[in-house]
């Protein structure tokens, strides 16, 4: 693609009255309460000190690539863990977790003919927002879990009360992660002469297995034929970009990694490439709203199904009110039971006023529900429908779908049922792992990027 056909990230305007920390004078829903605010500061003032976690230059090619899926010109696979855990961080899970997701671009950029934008869920995902600000077992309250950069899990009193020395230990194994990929990548982990290096183990007995592996196969006999027409190696093809996401929840901790840099006008939150904001805290009034209206990087809203359409409008005049290309992006999540009653007046309102925003699908978290034995789970027939009604829909509307948002692990997980081995609400017993919401296994994960791939096919058709 030339220069001249990408859509330009232009100039936009400093926001008004905004400082990293003007979201404090609004109201602000789930934090923690700490009971130290002393240390709490203590703690920002070192996460201040501490390098940041990712580069403007990163930020700003991820905003390029985001600008391109607007345009139709790229496809965004945003995925990976609901909450991470500290203990995760590991060289195997985080090394599965990459190895499903390029996979999962792998069939994407061999189906649809685009390049794809990798965003993983991970490097700082680990924040969740709760239903109540606390928990009563057995006649004893204690404050909810909030993920493992806010608390600990095990229900008693020292673990839940929340501690700020965990954003500091959060900062560290985000770096760490962060590392790692990065070695990865640079050492030619994404090699696409070699994508048979990225086989989990499961790939040899999945009902998947022939349908990947001749995927594979077609590509390595692609680049070996560029390479024998030109004479020499496609040198571009041993690594790939990688960016990373997180719900920015907990806004003690963006703040306190939100600089400015030399060369650069503006304020950019170097914890992540791309922060979302989450349904429960984007208010329009409120300080997770306030907060991201000011950051330069690229930014998402997850919309459900209540938001109206006026709402939606308003709040994309306040987090991009220059219509910058590649800044905003709406993750729908309404559930397959709602989607196609929720999402087309919403697409219809941002067509009509012309707004530039990247549509996203969140097939996972509209679909939770409780299973005959208890467990928090996701049935695949229902993510496969809300993803192949969102095509449809966005078709209809004469809008694009740019992306899906999904929520995976490279782990040998049940916890959402159905998908190629079919698995059922016993099978869940066997290996649930999650301690905040239920995820796409490996296969289940490959076996959506297939479909999403034969949808829009079908659309384009």
Not at 137 to 145: I, K
Not at 182 to 197: K, N, T, V, W
Not at 208 to 230: C, K, N, Q
Not at 399 to 417: F, I, Q
């Amino acid at each position: 693609m030339s220069q001249s056909e990408r859509p330009a990230l232009r100039p936009v305007s400093l926001p008004a009255g905004w400082t990293p920390a003007s979201w404090r004078e609004r109201p602000a829903m789930q934090l923690p309460t700490y009971p130290d605010q002393d240390v709490l500061a203590g703690v920002q003032d070192e996460l201040r000190a501490l390098p940041p976690l990712v580069t403007s230059w990163e930020i700003t090619a991820l905003k390029q690539q985001l600008a391109d899926a607007q345009e139709g010109r790229r496809f965004l696979l945003q995925g990976g863990d609901c909450a991470e855990n500290f203990s995760d961080c590991s060289s195997d899970v985080i090394s599965n977790r990459l190895k499903v997701l390029l996979q999962m671009s792998l069939v994407l950029v061999h189906g649809m003919r685009l390049p794809v934008v990798r965003v993983g869920r991970f490097a700082g995902q680990y924040a969740k927002p709760r239903s109540a600000d606390t928990e009563t077992r057995d006649g004893v309250t204690l404050p909810s879990y909030r993920g493992d950069i806010v608390n600990a899990p095990e229900f008693t009193a020292q673990a839940r009360t929340p501690d700020p020395r965990r954003m500091v230990k959060a900062h560290a194994r985000s770096a760490m992660t962060m590392n790692f990929v990065r070695s990865l990548i640079d050492g030619g982990f994404a090699d696409l002469h070699h994508p048979e290096y990225w086989d989990l183990r499961w790939v040899g007995h999945s009902p998947l297995a022939d349908e990947y592996h001749r995927m594979v196969s077609g590509i390595g006999d692609a680049v070996r034929f560029m390479e024998t027409l030109s004479g020499t190696a496609v040198h571009n093809l041993n690594r790939v970009d990688f960016f990373t996401s997180h719900e920015a929840l907990l806004l003690p901790y963006e703040e306190a990694q939100t600089r400015q840099v030399p060369r650069q006008w503006g304020w950019f939150d170097l914890s992540t490439h791309f922060p979302w904001i989450g349904m429960r805290t984007a208010a329009l009034d409120g300080a997770h709203v306030e907060y991201f209206r000011g950051i330069r990087n690229p930014v998402a809203v997850k919309i459900g199904p209540s938001v109206t359409p006026d709402q939606l409008l308003a709040l994309v005049d306040v987090l991009n009110p220059d219509d910058e290309p590649g800044r905003l992006s709406l993750i729908h999540r309404m559930g397959a039971a709602h989607i196609a009653d929720r999402l087309p007046p919403l697409l219809d309102a941002i067509r009509r006023d012309g707004r530039r925003v990247l549509w996203v699908c969140d097939p996972m978290h509209g679909n939770t529900e409780a299973s005959s034995n208890g467990y928090k789970t996701r049935r695949f027939r229902n993510i496969r429908s809300e993803i192949e009604q969102a095509f449809d829909l966005h078709a209809a509307a004469g809008t694009r779908l740019g992306g899906v948002h999904l929520e995976l692990t490279g782990e040998d997980v049940t916890e959402c049922t159905g998908g190629a081995r079919d698995l059922s609400d016993r099978d869940l017993e066997r290996a649930y792992r999650s301690s905040v919401d239920p995820r796409l296994n490996y296969e289940q994960a490959l076996e959506t990027a297939m479909l999403i791939v034969r949808k829009q096919s079908l659309s384009l058709a």
